[in-house]
């Protein structure tokens, strides 16, 4: 069952790399929620392989068919599933693994615990179950975006190259307009040179992701152990590749005093209590403040290089595994989507939890029944 | 519900800082397990406060009672329900701060979501739930032990200083020998000093804790959502006050090449498949591998601070916040049991879970009933 | 985690009935709901045993102590734990079946599924468990209600003898009016003479509990899997001795013809959609449509009688097992306020599900926040 | 999140009566499981419209496409997809309901709950939804006849005609070879004679169908909430048109003494422990004793009927609604492939709950990982 997430808006979702399709069913989605079908494309659009020379020369078109929950335009509260059908599956790229182990990929571990695994580009462990993900959040993002939620992440390093200017320096939107989703034009253009580099080296490079979420009200997450940002961290380290999580001041706060870190409160003048500094990163004791959230999430450099490595084959034998396959040099700019979509799917959640949090809510809310 | 964790191996805690007790019911533990007080217990001092000048003055036994699920010193597979009394609440120190929001704390958050609070030391937000987690952690160690599964944390960072040697390099048994629980003597004597003067000046510091995990065989943990590591990251980030984590190369990983970062697999002399380096942290696609796992959990500044802070009051009136009370310059020494009860229970709950991944075992399983 | 029920209103309950202590950790109760603790005790009073000498003579006095989640007499959003101390437990009495599986009871599948069981009294599988849902369920009344929602059990079966007049043609309240807490006081003294008797004989007898629910609005419940019909047959056959569940028609509206069962709609003079007839029990499609809710609940005969029986002990020898402690003849008294509980239990989370049915209704939800 | 069920052997169901496809999602079957295809089909033809004249004509080829899971004819233990996609779906059927609430169906429950529904056949509330329950408890059945578990149910009660012997005294295979799926011949005949009958009065009838479960071991099903019973009985009532549940003596056992309901314990010549009688259905505690489980399920009469019956319209007016479209007079004889396809959803997953319940089998497990 560890295909499912969620308390309340919860999604499972479903297929290998080069099965027939892969999917995702959400159950719990409210009733009522325009179904904008154009917008979730454009979220999967965002993923989709094949958009520059820095990413996997797989060619999926990508495109869903909704099976189940809506109806004129409208989720129904009823499950929606959602199919992408696979279409460019060179399986034949596989067959020279089927008995191999790949250096840190999930051959071995799979091996391991089921006592087989579908070899064909990694099976169920491919990032190719990342697209279900972003379906789903496309749909969180349009419940959120109700709420006046909205979330932009952006690629913040490649390898040693860093985005040294906070967020709310930059024009966020400038992310979308260039193939390694950076705000920074300069930086970008190093970002991607440096990939495009690497790649021609037929090796990989690391990174990381950032993202901020505005419009977040205070009172969203749960205490003790859903915490707003335990959640955030436990869904974003579900993402492939993904090896770090920090958000607010992160762990360069481990080196301040409280009296450097803590965030005092005044009030603003539309009588609104707020922060004067945020190293809190919008989350207190679990709960968001009403500030901007943000986190960082780190990616380690795609496992499969075009070079060849030592390991061993199913029988524990010495072998030389040469790369093949299309794959990203650097996961960063597909994955920025991919962060966004988690996200949603934390905060959707967390504001359906939040609404049976207090009786007195609870009143109001059923006299309207 | 988010006071439960875990999906097999499942505990719910409850109570509040300075209610009349807190405690903890673990519903999933198999029958016939050997019911270890003494060890419990020496876990749970292991966390007590009042162990040093550098700990918080609160002085509490933390001593439990079993209230079910042992019988002749032997679980019974039946809820276990540990009980531990709250002794020395003196919430005459928090009564000025009942119309307060002390800066960082949860008392704002608290107030935003449910709209009232126990604001005696933090109410359920306080730290000292964390000694429910201790108690159903150490059930947990108990289980993992019998399978050979051995967890280690220490303090590896404590403001600006870190040990930079590798947990390979050192005695990690050592750190249990000092106040501040890092096994380098020599930068535990500088940390305890720095937390020491930090203190003096009413101030805190924020940290690191490491940790360790052998004996772990291949093929612990699920697939996608609840991958190995993002379930302990969400463990680790459940704890009061941490704001990061990262396992394996970590934040690190990102700035490598793919040709750096890859774990090369070889056949050791006893026929088991390894790997030569161990970048994964023992993880691979979310289920373990069989080497070592390893992790960091960064810790903020502890909130509470014995200086005048602005903040404002439940009606947005300006006031100044003056700590009072007892509490700790820097959380992580008492934070190592935490981390290690955390890891506990989570793997705990793969364990369990992996029993059940594989229809042979089941065969095998079945034909034992 | 099979002590644990509900999916937002959520409870879990310890404890052995001659253990230290029984009790529940409510966690999902919204907060800011007055907690009325003489309400609570009222309802353990009804369970309590040694009643009336138709019921055990085990002396419990069943007060419990609230342990979290209360505070200024609200609930505050956070686990409300209450703890009942076990203070009449004769353990000799059941010194002479450590070793013997009395028929019909639970002591051979804990053996057979543990490997050892807490033989005395039943250990966990004892009815002595009722006692903590019944004060889960008292808080679970209190939630709702606030939402004008009340719940009436009756004992309307004690072996063949049956109450034959509808729920609408007599005045519920009577029930609690006698020992048998059965409406019709004519049928009560029959049944109270007719179980005595069976006392007397050292036997026991089963019968059935009928229970009512009113103020229930349309809409809660939840489609497919979680009818509300359905939570409420597991949770009616989630209680000790139950034999069946049936609601609306039941058993008997498999004779009838479509033509007969089906429930016709009209529009009442407030304007409200109403059916002329309620063969649905309140319920369709496994949600309420605001009439009445009634189901009937079966129970056995209670399985300790006071006359010898054949039976095997642990080594699958032969012995015969005589009847000793302290029981009651028949159980279905004592059930009348464990039904109304776990009804409550099940209402409650329903209620709170079907608050996040609908986004129109978490848009208004949200302005509010 | 109402359309999922199960702990460890998880199942998402999706898809309304006449939308594009309906499906399921199993996420939780172990690995290494032989998938046998011509098998499911056999069971989702059992369930399939157009057997007889006295199903209804509704004609779906109801073939299944497997989207994920399987490789190599095994399963992988990652999710399993099933896909049915709906061919004869005559929408306009129901243009004329689209704003009228059918009489005793989910119409105007569903617009109470949701604000809105999708009219066509039923939407999620149809019956149709069931077929994907049919593929799933398929696989179930394949774990399931590993360990020696058989599962069969047949039709015992149509209206007033009922089979009086005790399934042990009949041939059960005989059911299958009947329309009505009746393992007495001769009533058999009767009761075909009796639907058709209703049939063309243009009526519908209710009837009963019970479960015997053989070869389920001594220790399956959990303590308390999750009783082996509680779980068949919350299945059995999530089935469309159920009305109640009963087991062993069901409603019948309260009439009886403990002296006549008691199972006693003998010693078998095979040295197995077992019971002269089986009151018990085969569950003591909730937990399986090794006894053959049975028990019965009532379903009231198909709401649909080919007669004039008053209603109102979304508005409250009063309308006369007109039966049209191809409905079941008798929905018992497909309702058993439906009534064993959830018994064997809750016994794989307590079979895979029990594996875990004993850390002594924990401790052999893990030797042969």
Redesign the interface.
């Known amino acids: ?8 808006f ?1 999604l ?5 790399s080069h ?5 995702v ?1 959400v ?2 989605c ?4 325009s179904f904008d079908t154009d917008f979730i494309q454009h979220e999967l659009d965002r993923r989709k392989p094949g958009q520059s020379r820095i990413t996997t020369q797989r060619r999926e078109a990508d495109e869903f ?5 809506v ?2 335009g ?8 959602l ?1 992408i059908r696979n279409t460019d599956q060179r399986s034949k790229d596989y067959g020279h693994i089927a008995e191999q ?1 790949r ?4 051959d ?3 091996q ?7 070899y064909r580009g990694g ?3 491919s990032a190719r ?1 990342t697209a279900a993900r972003v379906a789903a959040g496309a749909i969180a993002k349009l ?1 959120l975006a ?2 006046g939620v909205q979330i932009q992440a952006y690629v913040s ?1 490649v ?2 190259l860093k985005v040294e200017k906070p967020y709310q320096e930059m024009n966020l939107a400038l992310a979308e307009e260039n193939a390694v989703r950076c705000p920074d034009p300069e930086i970008a253009e190093q970002m991607f040179q440096y990939i495009d580099e ?1 790649r021609k080296r037929g ?6 992701v950032d993202c901020i979420v505005t419009g977040v ?3 969203w ?7 707003l ?3 955030l ?3 974003m ?2 993402i492939n590749a993904v ?9 360069a ?15 603003d003048a539309d ?1 609104r ?1 707020r ?2 500094t945020n ?3 919008g ?8 500030e901007d959230i943000y986190f960082r999430t ?8 075009m ?1 060849d ?4 084959d199913v029988h ?3 072998v030389t595994v040469s790369g093949k396959g299309r794959h990203d040099p650097c996961v960063v700019p597909r994955a920025v989507p991919i962060v966004e979509a988690m996200a949603a799917l934390v905060l959707a959640d967390m ?16 006299s ?2």
């Open positions: 069952m560890s295909s499912t997430y969620g308390t309340l919860k499972s979702t479903f297929g290998e099965g027939p399709a892969i999917g069913v159950d719990g409210p009733a009522g929620l068919e909704v099976l189940s929950g109806f004129d409208q989720t129904q509260g009823t499950p929606i599933a199919l182990f250096p840190s990929h999930a071995y571990t799979y391991a615990k089921y006592g087989s695994r579908d099976g169920r462990s179950e419940l109700q709420q390093q390898g040693k690497t090796d990989s490079i690391g990174g990381v009200p205070a009172g997450g749960e205490p003790v152990f859903d915490k940002h335990a959640e961290g436990k869904a380290l579900s090896k770090g999580f920090e958000y607010g001041s992160g762990f706060g481990a080196e301040l005093y409280g009296s450097q870190h803590n965030d005092e409160f005044y009030t009588g209590v922060t004067k190293q809190s990163g989350i207190q004791g679990g709960i968001s403040n009403g780190a990616f380690k450099p795609v496992a499969t290089i070079q490595q030592d390991s061993v524990g034998q010495p504001y359906l939890r939040n609404q049976v949090s207090h009786v007195e809510k609870s009143k109001a809310e059923f309207k029944i």
